[in-house]
């Protein structure tokens, strides 16, 4: 019994605890006035929601379009859009409205006649309204029209209307006007302007596409009272040039429309050529499309034209192999009743071109092309040819020769100039005018023992580098006017003194470098005491003034050089300076050492004091070493050689100055002095020759005081006897 009512206790305790409410023990309580607290998104989602009315019935749709009117009026390139809508509201609070696609140039909106701002969202423009009841909207946009040919349309979208009408008007006559989806219409042609009005069908957003096309430029080519079909007739320019990679045709084609006009052309092409250009006049755009073993290029004009028109066409088609027989690229014009075609050929590359079988063309005389053809040649035309119908057919035959190496740098002019100063210190500057296609580096060996200073390229100091074998490499440019101009490269550097004697050789060496030279002058200034009794080398003296001429009509472009240039200073020149004299920036620019990176560039003039020797040579090639041998003595060997040549010549001379006839030897051996002086010049004996020629002079005096009582009395006798 105690074990039935305890179960009978919990079953009912239980019950309790299931029945009862739950215990929130973390909510609020509500206080005492009467407000309840409820969550943010609650309470809005309840604003949100409209009040029901009496019989609890919601609103069916949020808003909707009565009536919309649409008034478009045509442009070149746009047609304004003014929209006019009845908006009806019938949610209260804010409601979004689609309008228009987003994609619209948009000028204005309004609604009940005050402006408003429209948004994008999800590709469209939005209307937010906030006030139910009825409301206008006007709107003015932008739609781009197209072309296709002469033929313009444009596509109306508009917002779901109950009843929608638009007016369409176009700034020209005679036109045909086709909707899709076809549209009734009611045209209303008037002077200057077409008119078309019609219904646009509601019940949804959609979209109506307009297009209008002149009757004259109808697909049919129908005339404008007698509808016949246009006569086409073509006169064809060719410029075909045959590289190894490709072949390059330039036509022009005049067309000659009559009876009627047309917005179209149609030429034909084999299928292997590319079309890179296309140009006329009023032209809409092109298309191609590959028919049955040919390929068709379809023109379109935005107008339809008559009586002349011009195109011009760019095509190319590639050349598998240089060595092959292929066939040019024919161009037809379909329609044409009447067709006729000049063909200038040429070629590039050293390719030979052997004509091959010929069909509905002939072979003509280059000379025999017209001027529109030979006008757009730049090169030798080798072969023309002329044909009077279509469709022709030229077969030809390329052979591609091996092509020899040809020189692709080259120096007009080197200047040099080296300086000795007393110690027998050689500081010398060389500037090459240069004139480069392909080559990237100017490969340069100095003389043994030579130390490089500075280098500049056209200008800017420039950074040389050492080559594997010693020889030192600069960076080139390429010459601007395909070679035709030259840039400076200058390079200075300095050799030490060597062992200094009273008889030595000075052996200057010019900077080798791995291109021809056309032209090299070379200026040596030498210590005023030093005794050059002789020069030698591979060198000619004197400077080499070239003046080069430039032909007419083409600048940079050199001519032949003056013959006799230069002639007048074949000698050499050899003088003292007395005075300082700086090098030019055309002889030797800022002497730049750049030792390490960052070091700025140091100008460094050099006195220019001595003995002047100038030197020349024509035709330098790029295995030859130019050098100079200068033979001198010290000064007090010279003035040894003078003395001993002066005491011998007056001890051996000497005797004949107290002879009545030694006047006659001593003035014999003074012409023969004057021979053998001749004979011995930039030799030893030459300073020796001098001062024994003014030793004889000398000797010459001495005996006319000597024997000057006997001048006198044979004097008087001879002339007592006259």
């Given at each position: 019994?105690?074990?039935?009512?305890?179960?009978?206790?919990?079953?009912?305790?239980?019950?309790?605890?299931?029945?009862?409410?739950?215990?929130?023990?973390?909510?609020?309580?509500?206080p005492a006035?009467?407000?309840?607290t409820l969550p943010l998104e609650?309470?809005?989602?309840?604003?949100?929601k409209p009040k029901p009315s009496a019989t609890g019935s919601v609103v069916p749709v949020p808003f909707l379009f009565s009536r919309g009117h649409y008034r478009m009026q045509a442009?070149?390139?746009?047609?304004?859009?003014?929209?006019?809508?009845?908006?009806?509201?019938?949610?209260?609070?804010?409601?979004?409205?689609p309008l228009l696609p987003a994609d619209v140039v948009l000028e204005e909106a309004r609604l009940d006649g005050s402006s408003l701002a429209l948004y994008r969202k999800d590709g469209q423009f939005f209307l937010p309204v906030d006030r139910p009841g009825s409301h206008k909207l006007q709107a003015t946009w932008n739609l781009p029209v197209n072309l296709s040919g002469a033929t313009r349309s444009v596509v109306l979208k508009t917002p779901a209307s109950s009843v929608s009408g638009f007016l369409l008007v176009i700034p020209d006559r005679d036109l045909e006007i086709k909707t899709s989806p076809a549209l009734p219409l009611t045209r209303q042609d008037e002077k200057t302007r077409t008119l078309a009005q019609g219904t646009i069908p509601g019940g949804g957003a959609g979209e109506v596409r307009f297009s209008w096309t002149p009757r004259r430029a109808d697909p049919a080519l129908r005339g404008k009272a007698n509808r016949e079909k246009a006569r086409l007739s073509a006169r064809m320019y060719d410029l075909v040039t045959v590289s190894e990679t490709e072949v390059h045709c330039q036509a022009r084609v005049d067309m000659t429309i009559l009876r009627n006009e047309v917005d179209r052309f149609t030429l034909r092409l084999p299928v292997g050529v590319e079309i890179e250009e296309v140009?006329?006049?009023?032209?809409?755009?092109?298309?191609?499309?590959?028919?049955?073993?040919?390929?068709d290029l379809l023109i379109r004009l935005a107008a339809p034209v008559s009586g002349s028109h011009t195109l011009n066409l760019v095509l190319v088609q590639p050349l598998e192999k240089a060595d092959s027989t292929w066939k040019l690229p024919a161009v037809e014009v379909v329609g044409a009743e009447t067709v006729k075609g000049s063909i200038g050929l040429g070629a590039t590359g050293g390719l030979e071109i052997q004509p091959g079988k010929l069909e509905g063309v002939r072979a003509i005389d280059v000379s025999e092309l017209p001027s529109e053809v030979r006008d757009l040649a730049s090169f030798a035309l080798l072969r023309a040819y002329e044909f009077h119908r279509q469709p022709w057919s030229i077969q030809l035959t390329t052979r591609k020769g091996q092509e020899l190496p040809v020189l692709s740098a080259a120096i007009d002019e080197a200047s040099g100039l080296t300086l000795v100063t007393r110690d027998g210190k050689l500081v010398t500057s060389w500037t090459w005018q240069v004139r480069n296609n392909l080559k990237q580096s100017l490969n340069i060996r100095l003389p043994e023992g030579a130390t490089l200073l500075t280098t500049t390229l056209d200008g800017q100091p420039a950074r040389p580098v050492q080559g594997a074998e010693g020889e030192i490499r600069l960076p080139l440019v390429a010459s601007?006017?395909?070679?035709?101009?030259?840039?400076?490269?200058?390079?200075?550097?300095?050799?030490?003194?060597?062992?200094?004697?009273?008889l030595g050789r000075h052996r200057l060496q010019a900077a080798q470098v791995d291109m021809p030279c056309s032209v090299m002058n070379w200026t040596l200034y030498l210590p005023l005491d030093e005794w050059i009794w002789h020069v030698g080398g591979n060198m000619r003296p004197g400077l080499i003034h070239e003046t080069v001429r430039r032909s007419p009509g083409r600048p940079g472009t050199d001519a032949m050089v003056e013959p006799g240039a230069g002639q007048a200073r074949s000698k050499a020149l050899r003088q003292e300076v007395s005075k300082d004299e700086l090098l030019n920036s055309g002889q030797i620019s800022g002497m730049v050492q750049q030792a390490s990176r960052g070091t700025l560039p140091v100008k460094f003039n050099i006195p220019a004091r001595g003995q002047s020797f100038q030197f020349s040579r024509l035709v330098v090639t790029d295995q030859e070493v130019p050098e100079v041998l200068l033979h001198y003595a010290s000064p007090l060997l010279k003035a040894l050689g003078a003395l001993l040549a002066l005491s011998l010549t007056l001890g051996l001379g000497w005797r004949q100055t107290g002879r009545e006839r030694g006047l006659e030897s001593l003035l014999a051996a003074v012409v023969g002095l004057w021979v053998v002086r001749g004979w011995a010049s930039e030799t030893p004996l030459d300073l020796a020759l001098v001062w024994a020629s003014r030793g004889l002079y000398l000797l010459v005096a001495c005996w006319l005081y000597r024997n000057r009582s006997?001048?006198?009395?044979?004097?008087?006798?001879?002339?007592g006897e006259a």
């Open positions: 019994m105690r074990l039935s009512s305890w179960h009978l206790l919990s079953v009912m305790l239980l019950t309790l605890l299931a029945c009862g409410p739950p215990a929130v023990a973390d909510q609020p309580v509500p006035q009467g407000q309840v609650t309470f809005l989602e309840l604003t949100r442009r070149p390139n746009w047609v304004q859009v003014q929209g006019t809508l009845d908006l009806q509201v019938y949610q209260p609070g804010w409601v979004e409205v140009a006329c006049a009023n032209l809409a755009g092109w298309s191609e499309s590959i028919q049955a073993g040919h390929k601007g006017q395909e070679g035709q101009t030259t840039f400076p490269v200058e390079l200075t550097y300095v050799q030490e003194p060597g062992v200094s004697a009273w006997w001048l006198v009395s044979r004097l008087r006798g001879q002339g």
